[in-house]
């Protein structure tokens, strides 16, 4: 069974500009949780999706979005980015019923 | 704010068990205590998660206290491959989220 799969691996993007990252979780996996990881902060939960409606949700300002279509893919998306918002974007999926969570290989994005 | 406390780093021989400590004082009774590692620039894996027996699986062993204020991750035959940070997090079905710490680095040598 593939992975969960995470489209762009690197992307550069410049100040005041938008990105959107996709995440493609495992087959029957219903609920996607996004997470940003950052060497000063450690990993920190961004928000959790589960039949297309967003669950849970960290403690990040609303330039952070996403949502989750009917075939569970995900996308985030963050606007205006800033020069704090470099950071590996990783991407989880679980299946209905369990916590244990299986991991992409995350996002690179680089803001300049 | 994470709610585990686990040494930031040590060090393991090559072929010795790895026993990585994880204190989690605040646990409350529905929630699971679980372990990740993370190998560098690669996403968390899975390794194992228990309530309040001890596990084990084709990885890892996980050891629970009594009173479950504390756990050991414990990797049987270390090797070269399991240099890893290992995090520990407690996790609560209904709140949906999992706090990460700054984890242990775990540096295997030969």
């Known amino acids: 069974k593939a992975g969960v799969t995470q489209t762009p691996r690197y992307l550069i993007k410049t100040r005041g500009q938008q990105v959107t990252l996709s995440c493609s979780p495992i087959?029957?996996?219903?609920?996607v949780s996004w997470y940003q990881q950052t060497p000063g902060q450690g990993l920190q939960f961004l928000f959790e999706y589960f039949s297309e409606t967003q669950r849970n949700k960290g403690n990040f300002p609303g330039r952070f979005s996403g949502r989750q279509f009917s075939n569970s893919r995900s996308e985030m998306n963050v606007s205006t980015l800033e020069l704090g918002d470099s950071a590996l974007y990783l991407c989880?999926?679980?299946?209905?019923?369990?916590?244990?969570?299986?991991f992409g290989p995350g996002t690179r994005l680089t803001v300049l | 704010d994470a709610k585990t406390t686990q040494p930031p780093s040590m060090d393991c021989a090559e072929g010795r068990a790895a026993n990585l400590p994880c204190n989690h004082s605040t646990i409350s009774g529905n929630e699971y205590v679980y372990w990740y590692r993370q190998i560098h620039s690669q996403g968390p894996q899975y390794i194992i998660h228990?309530?309040?027996n001890n596990e084990t699986n084709e990885m890892a062993s996980l050891i629970i206290t009594e009173d479950r204020k504390s756990s050991t991750l414990i990797l049987p035959h270390a090797t070269l491959r399991d240099t890893a940070v290992y995090y520990c997090?407690?996790?609560?079905?209904?709140?949906?989220?999992?706090?990460f710490g700054d984890g242990t680095t775990l540096t295997v040598k030969p």
């Open positions: 087959s029957g996996h219903r609920s």
């Open positions: 989880a999926s679980s299946l209905v019923g369990t916590d244990t969570q299986y």
């Open positions: 997090i407690e996790v609560n079905t209904n709140a949906g989220k999992s706090t």
């Open positions: 228990g309530l309040k």
